[in-house]
DNA sequence: GAGCACTGC
C-alpha cells in the first residue's frame, strides 16, 4: 500500500516513530491555568500528590472548584477520597460525585471502595437507576448517574444529604449534566454562595467541583461567577497519566472513508509491530462494509504477517458479542475493532496502539419547529478527535491516523454542541416547573436551547394538561414530574383509571421504554426470525404485539433460552421487567388501580389515544400515512407489525416519529378517527378554533 | 418493501 496518502513529515503507515515529525507530541494538550494554584508548580507538572493541599484549601475556601483533568489523573477516584480524609463527610453528611454513565458510577466505585479497604457499598457506594448499593448509616463517598442526582433534587431540593457535590465528565455535557449544574445555579432552594446569598444561609458548607476534562471548563467558571467573581472560585489543573499518542493525517481528502480505513487497516498491519487497531466508524452499515472490504483482502495476506481478527462494536450487538472485544488476541494475531463512537467514551478498550477515525459521528438532532428528531452524520468535533486519538494512549504510545487533511481538522467546530440544545425538552422543562422554575425565559443555561424548543415543550405540556394557561403545574403535572416516563405515556397510566386497563398500561408503558425488544438478524436467520415474531403479533399493532410479548416472557419463566429461541432481546425484557415493577410504584403512590381490561383490546386502544392522540396519521393508498399534525408525509418502520398491512380502519396512532432517510414512524396501533377528535376538540378548540380532520 | 449514534430516570 502506498503512502503517498500521507502528508510529508506527519506519520504515514509503516514510517518510523523516530523519523516522524510530531505534529502533536501528545494529543491531549495540557492545560492553561487559571488558577489561585501556582503556575509555576503547574508548569513542572508535579504529580497530583503535591496538589493535594492546594486542592482541599481551594474547595474549602471557594463555593465552586473547576478541576480540568486529563484521562488517568485520577480525580474521580481520588478527590472524593481526599475530601473524605479532611473530613468533609463528617455528621453524617456525604460527598458525591455524579458520572454520565451507569457502568462508570458502579466500576469506580468498586474501584474506589478497594483503596479505601471496605466492602462496596459500606463507606463506598454507589446509586443508579434499579440498584442502591450504599448504606444510609455508613456510605460517605457515594457515586451516582447525574440523572439519579437530578431526580433527587425533585425530592430534596435542597439536596440536604451532602456535603460536597462533584459534577465529573461535565466536558460531556450530557442533558442531566447540564440540568444539574443549571439548577444549582438557578433554584429558588438552592445554594450557589456566589450567585444566590440567601442561599449560602441555608446550606453554608454545601461545596461544589465541577470537573472536565477539556478546557472549555472556564466557561463553567465564567458561568457560575457570572464572570465577575474570579476570586470566589478556581480552576485547579491536573496532569494526567497517558502515554504519547502521535497524529497523521491524509494528505488529501478521500471520497470514501470507509474504503479508505480498510486500506490503512491494512498497511497498518503489514508494516507494523504488535498492537490492536480500532477504527471509529459512524454505524452499523459503515460498519459491516468496512468488515466486508477486510476481509476480502484476508486471501491475499503474505504468509509471514500476523493473522487479523475482525470484530465489529456497537450497541445493537448482544452482551456477548460485546465482550468479544476485551478478549485478548491470540498469539500472532492483531485485533481490529471497528466501532461506532461507542468507543469513544464509554467502552474503554486496552491495548489499543493504532486508532483509525473517519472524523464522522452520527449525533441526534431535533427540529422544535416539526417537532422532529432526526439523526445526521456529522464531521465530528475537535475534542471528539481528541478523545478518539486518545484510545490509542492508554497502555502504551501509539499513533492516531485521521482520514481526513490537518487543514480539515482545524475547520472543524471545537467541541459537540451539549445535548441540551438538540433535544426535544417536554420533560426536562416539566421537571424544572415542578422544582419551581416556572420563568424559564429568565432561567439561565449553561448553554441555552434554542427558543423554539423551549415555546414547542411549553406548547406541548399545555396541550397534555400538565401546565395551565399561566403557565403553572397543573396537579396531575405534579405528578407526572416525579415520573420517569414521557408525558404521552404518563398521562395514559393516569386515564388508564376511565378504561380499566391499568395492568395492560403499565406493561405497554415499559416495553415502549425499551429499546431493540426483536432481534431481526440479516438475511435468512432474519426471515427465521421475523416467522417467531409473528407468534406475538396482535393484529391491532405493535403496542399489543409488544404486551403478548411481554406477558409470554413472564409465562415462560422469564428464561434466556426461551428469548433466545423466539428472537427476542433478553437484555431489554428483563429491563422491562425493572422498569415496570418501578412504574407499578409510582402508580400505587397516585392510587391509579391495576386493572385488567379482561382482553377488551378497544378500550386498551382508546386508552393508548388519550396519551397518544397528538400523534394520529391517516394511511393513504401509496402504503405512506399523512399526519394529523402538519399533514406530512409518513413512512411506517420496517419493524412494525403494520409494515405490511393497511389498518381497517385507515388510522393509527404512534410512539415516535424520527427522520433518517425518510421520515418514520414506530410503534403503531390501528384506531378509530373519532377517537382522536374526542381529545383533539379539548385542545384545538380552546386554543385555535382549528379542529382536528 | 427496508433499517437504530450514544446515554439516562
Redesign the pocket.
Known amino acids: 500500500m502506498s503512502l503517498q496518502f500521507w502528508k510529508p513529515g506527519t506519520i504515514g503507515p509503516g514510517s518510523s516513530l523516530d523519523r516522524a515529525t510530531e505534529t502533536e507530541e501528545n494529543v491531549i494538550p495540557s492545560a492553561p491555568l487559571v488558577t489561585n494554584l501556582s503556575i509555576d508548580a503547574a508548569r513542572q507538572r508535579l504529580p497530583i500528590f503535591k496538589h493535594r493541599e492546594k486542592l482541599l484549601y481551594c474547595v474549602e475556601k471557594h463555593g465552586v472548584t473547576i478541576v480540568v483533568g486529563q484521562t488517568g489523573c485520577g480525580k474521580t477516584t481520588q478527590l472524593p477520597q481526599y475530601l473524605y480524609e479532611a473530613g468533609w463527610s463528617t455528621n453524617g453528611n456525604l460527598i458525591v460525585c455524579t458520572q454520565?454513565?451507569?457502568?462508570a458510577a458502579t466500576s469506580v466505585a468498586g474501584r474506589v471502595s478497594t483503596e479505601v479497604g471496605t466492602i462496596l457499598g459500606d463507606e463506598v457506594g454507589y446509586t443508579?437507576?434499579f440498584e442502591d448499593v450504599s448504606s444510609k448509616e455508613r456510605t460517605r463517598i457515594l457515586y451516582m448517574?447525574d440523572?439519579?442526582l437530578f431526580?433527587e433534587t425533585l425530592v430534596d431540593p435542597l439536596l440536604s444529604r451532602y456535603s460536597v457535590i462533584m459534577i465529573d465528565e461535565a466536558h460531556e455535557r450530557?442533558?442531566?449534566t447540564d440540568l444539574m449544574l443549571g439548577i444549582l445555579k438557578n433554584s429558588p432552594f438552592t445554594f450557589m454562595p456566589i450567585v444566590c446569598n440567601r442561599i449560602r444561609r441555608k446550606r453554608p458548607s454545601l461545596r461544589l467541583i465541577v470537573s472536565s476534562a477539556t478546557l472549555d471548563a472556564t466557561s463553567f467558571l465564567d458561568y457560575f461567577t457570572s464572570g465577575n467573581a474570579p476570586d470566589e472560585a478556581t480552576i485547579v489543573s491536573l496532569e494526567g497519566r497517558m502515554f504519547p499518542v502521535q497524529v497523521a493525517y491524509l494528505q488529501e481528502p478521500v471520497p470514501d472513508y470507509v474504503r479508505k480505513a480498510a486500506e490503512v487497516v491494512w498497511s497498518i498491519h503489514l508494516q507494523n509491530g504488535s498492537g490492536d487497531i480500532l477504527v471509529f466508524m459512524?454505524?452499523?452499515?459503515e460498519i459491516d462494509r468496512c468488515l466486508e472490504e477486510l476481509s476480502e483482502m484476508l486471501p491475499s495476506l503474505p504468509r509471514y504477517a500476523m493473522r487479523l481478527r475482525l470484530l465489529a462494536l456497537?450497541?445493537?450487538l448482544s452482551t456477548n458479542e460485546q465482550l468479544a472485544v476485551f478478549e485478548p488476541a491470540e498469539r500472532g494475531s492483531r485485533k481490529v475493532i471497528i466501532s461506532?463512537?461507542?468507543a469513544e467514551a464509554?467502552?474503554t478498550i486496552d491495548g489499543i496502539k493504532f486508532v483509525v477515525d473517519s472524523g464522522f459521528?452520527?449525533?441526534?438532532t431535533y427540529n422544535p419547529t416539526s417537532s422532529l428528531s432526526s439523526?445526521v452524520t456529522v464531521p465530528v468535533s475537535q475534542a471528539s478527535a481528541t478523545q478518539r486519538a486518545g484510545r490509542a494512549g492508554r497502555t502504551s504510545s501509539g499513533i492516531c491516523y485521521r482520514l481526513y487533511t490537518e487543514s480539515a481538522f482545524q475547520t472543524l467546530p471545537l467541541t459537540t454542541p451539549p445535548e441540551i440544545t438538540r433535544v426535544d425538552l417536554t420533560?426536562p422543562i416539566l421537571q424544572l416547573k415542578s422544582l419551581g422554575i416556572d420563568d424559564l425565559m429568565k432561567f439561565e443555561w449553561v448553554t441555552s436551547p434554542p427558543a423554539e424548543s423551549v415555546l414547542r415543550a411549553l406548547e406541548g405540556l399545555y396541550a397534555a394538561g400538565m401546565i395551565g394557561e399561566d403557565g403553572r403545574l397543573t396537579v396531575v403535572g405534579e405528578k407526572v414530574a416525579e415520573c420517569?416516563?414521557d408525558v404521552n405515556i404518563a398521562r395514559m397510566l393516569f386515564m388508564s383509571k376511565e378504561y380499566k386497563c391499568g395492568e395492560e398500561i403499565l406493561t405497554i408503558a415499559a416495553m415502549t421504554?425499551v429499546?431493540?425488544v426483536f432481534i431481526?438478524p440479516?438475511g435468512a436467520a432474519?426471515a427465521l426470525a421475523e416467522l417467531e415474531r409473528r407468534k406475538f403479533t396482535a393484529e391491532e399493532g405493535d403496542h399489543l404485539t409488544l404486551l403478548n410479548a411481554y406477558n409470554a416472557f413472564i409465562r415462560y419463566g422469564r428464561s434466556s433460552s426461551w428469548c433466545k429461541s423466539h428472537a427476542l432481546s433478553f437484555r431489554a425484557m428483563s429491563r422491562a421487567v425493572s422498569i415496570r415493577s418501578q412504574l407499578k410504584k409510582y402508580m400505587q403512590r397516585f392510587g391509579l388501580p391495576l386493572e385488567s381490561c379482561e382482553g377488551d383490546a378497544k378500550r386498551l386502544r382508546k386508552c393508548l389515544v388519550s396519551g397518544y392522540w397528538r400523534n394520529g396519521a391517516r394511511w393513504v393508498a401509496d402504503?405512506t400515512y399523512r399526519s394529523v399534525r402538519g399533514n406530512t408525509t409518513l413512512?411506517v418502520?420496517?419493524?412494525s407489525v403494520l409494515?405490511?398491512r393497511k389498518p381497517r380502519s385507515g388510522w393509527v396512532v404512534f410512539h415516535e416519529m424520527?427522520e433518517?432517510?425518510?421520515t418514520?414512524i414506530?410503534i403503531l396501533t390501528e384506531i378509530e378517527p373519532d377517537w382522536l377528535l374526542e381529545y383533539g376538540h379539548k385542545y384545538y378548540d380552546k386554543r385555535t378554533g382549528a379542529s382536528v380532520q
Not at 454520565?100 to 457502568?103: A, G, K, L, S
Not at 459512524?282 to 452499515?285: I, L, M, N, Q, V
Open positions: 454520565p454513565r451507569r457502568v443508579i437507576r448517574t440523572g439519579m431526580r450530557s442533558v442531566y459512524t454505524g452499523r452499515e456497537h450497541a445493537g461506532t463512537n461507542i464509554s467502552v459521528v452520527k449525533i441526534r439523526l420533560t420517569p416516563v421504554a429499546q431493540d431481526i440479516e432474519g402504503g413512512y418502520h420496517p419493524h409494515f405490511t424520527e433518517t432517510k425518510k418514520q414506530r
